[in-house]
């Protein structure tokens, strides 16, 4: 029996700080699914189009929130690029923006 807890607390220990860590940022899990997103969803042509056109008005203010709230936790940035860096690497690569 106590063999049995010395390998039942510690898998439950970290179960909990797991759970707890991917409940962290709830805004960034929002954020980094809207971006993969958008990335998944729109054709190359899409991606090259919006690249050049200057942004406007309510975008340009939701995107600087979200990259202000970014610069200010370095925790939540670092969760944020390793969620959105590899999907959008990939398709900037099928697309030919990366070299």
Do not use: H, W
Not at 1 to 13: K, N, S
Not at 16 to 25: D, K, S
């Amino acid at each position: 029996m106590i063999r049995f807890r010395y390998l039942f607390l510690p898998g439950v220990l970290l179960f909990q700080v797991g759970a707890a860590g991917a409940q962290q940022f709830p805004i960034l899990d929002k954020l980094a699914d809207k971006v993969v997103q958008k990335y998944q969803s729109s054709s190359c042509q899409e991606l090259a189009q919006k690249k050049s056109q200057p942004q406007t008005g309510k975008r340009e203010m939701m995107e600087e929130k979200a990259l202000a709230m970014l610069r200010k936790d370095p925790q939540m940035r670092t969760e944020f690029l390793n969620r959105v860096a590899g999907p959008i690497a990939n398709k900037m690569f099928e697309c030919g923006m990366i070299p």
